[in-house]
């Protein structure tokens, strides 16, 4: 009896082996094997690197977030990111402004290339408008002091708007599309088309866009002594622009490759927005001035009263 037990337990201990050291199911396997990705930037420091390894604040973009975001402009994709607010009124005049910096302090960026320019807009800055929303992969805002990097139209941060552009691999493909798109906003319409064709080392890509946007409506409000009712239009406000971007590149072996591109962009129509004083509910009122116990109307903020 005691060697028939002995040769039971042996026998289940053998059946055991196996299950108890058998592989751990795929699922587990699938979590261990599982990696993020790091974001990587490109500006913050003219160079691939990890956010987490930048010390200036920078917000980055990708094509996923974008396409979520289905954005009007290019100025409408930095309104949610912190730090950062879009100052104009249109489809057209919105400028960033970050920390309260705006204007040549706020230097703008194409793939890299700058579009600041002195000579065309000293005050206001330059518009993201010039870059083709529907052309734009990537958008990368640092936020802070950058003038030693970029120089000193780069001391309240830095906006990258990088664009899509063909890589050739050796092989011949070619990729096409429309799209129409309409907004309740001033009733804008607005059509575009591309066409990217991939050929041994060469690669092409041409887009362009046209669009029309009305004046839109206003909400109501006070500010100080002044009403303005709902329903009111904010005349021009609107725009008409078109865009023409041509790209072409050449990848020879190794590291070497040479591009050229073309972007043209125009704006017809294209206002700073404003408000008929008929419009307002409540007219600017008189007031008193200590200058010599005389009232006196301000014709405008900030002006004084004559003696």
Same mark, same amino acid.
């Given at each position: 009896?005691?060697?028939?037990?002995?040769?039971?337990?042996?026998?289940?201990?053998?059946?055991?082996?196996? @299950?108890?050291?058998?592989?751990?199911?795929? !699922?587990?396997?699938?979590? &261990?094997?599982?990696?993020?990705?790091?974001? @990587?930037?490109?500006?913050?420091?003219?160079?691939?690197?990890?956010?987490?390894?930048?010390?200036?604040? %920078?917000? +980055?973009?990708?094509?996923?977030?974008?396409?979520?975001?289905?954005?009007?402009?290019?100025? &409408?994709?930095?309104?949610?990111?912190?730090? +950062?607010? %879009?100052?104009?009124?249109?489809?057209?005049?919105?400028?960033? *402004?970050?920390?309260? !910096?705006? =204007?040549?302090?706020?230097?703008?960026? !194409?793939?890299?290339?700058?579009?600041?320019?002195?000579?065309?807009?000293?005050? /206001?800055?330059?518009?993201?408008?010039?870059?083709? +929303?529907?052309?734009?992969?990537?958008?990368?805002?640092?936020?802070?002091? *950058?003038?030693?990097?970029?120089?000193? &139209?780069?001391?309240? =941060?830095?906006?990258?708007l990088i664009t899509r552009t063909p890589r050739a691999d050796g092989t011949t493909r070619v990729r096409g599309n429309l799209g129409y798109r309409y907004s309740g906003a001033?009733?804008?319409?607005?059509?575009?088309?591309?066409?990217? @064709?991939?050929?041994?080392?060469?690669? /092409?890509?041409? *887009?362009?866009?046209?669009?029309n946007a009305g004046n839109y409506e206003v909400p109501g409000g006070s500010f100080g002594d002044l009403t303005l009712p709902d329903g009111i239009k904010l005349d021009d406000?609107?725009?008409?622009?078109?865009?023409?971007?041509?790209?072409?590149?050449?990848?020879?072996?190794?590291?070497?490759?040479?591009?050229?591109?073309?972007?043209?962009? @125009?704006?017809?129509?294209? =206002?700073?927005? /404003?408000?008929?004083?008929?419009?307002?509910?409540?007219?600017?009122?008189? *007031?008193?001035?200590?200058?010599?116990?005389?009232?006196?109307?301000?014709?405008?903020?900030?002006?004084?009263?004559?003696?």
């Amino acid at each position: 009896m005691p060697n028939t037990l002995s040769i039971r337990l042996l026998a289940a201990t053998l059946v055991l082996a196996p @299950v108890l050291s058998s592989p751990a199911p795929a !699922q587990e396997r699938k979590a &261990d094997s599982t990696r993020t990705l790091r974001t @990587v930037t490109v500006t913050a420091t003219r160079a691939p690197t990890d956010v987490r390894q930048v010390p200036a604040p %920078v917000t +980055v973009y990708d094509s996923a977030s974008i396409r979520e975001k289905s954005p009007n402009s290019a100025a &409408d994709l930095l309104r949610e990111a912190p730090g +950062v607010d %879009v100052v104009g009124t249109g489809p057209n005049q919105g400028r960033p *402004s970050i920390r309260g !910096q705006r =204007g040549q302090r706020i230097l703008l960026l !194409q793939d890299g290339l700058r579009l600041n320019n002195n000579r065309r807009q000293q005050d /206001f800055g330059e518009l993201p408008a010039l870059v083709d +929303v529907d052309q734009i992969e990537r958008v990368e805002v640092v936020r802070g002091p *950058s003038s030693v990097l970029y120089g000193s &139209d780069a001391i309240g =941060g830095v906006i990258n708007l990088i664009t899509r552009t063909p890589r050739a691999d050796g092989t011949t493909r070619v990729r096409g599309n429309l799209g129409y798109r309409y907004s309740g906003a001033g009733e804008q319409q607005r059509g575009d088309g591309s066409l990217t @064709v991939t050929r041994g080392a060469f690669a /092409f890509t041409g *887009s362009g866009s046209l669009r029309n946007a009305g004046n839109y409506e206003v909400p109501g409000g006070s500010f100080g002594d002044l009403t303005l009712p709902d329903g009111i239009k904010l005349d021009d406000s609107g725009v008409r622009d078109r865009s023409l971007n041509l790209y072409a590149s050449w990848r020879g072996q190794g590291r070497s490759n040479a591009w050229i591109r073309h972007d043209r962009y @125009v704006a017809r129509d294209a =206002g700073f927005g /404003f408000v008929e004083p008929a419009s307002w509910a409540t007219p600017p009122r008189a *007031s008193s001035s200590p200058i010599r116990g005389r009232r006196c109307r301000r014709r405008r903020p900030g002006s004084t009263c004559r003696r």
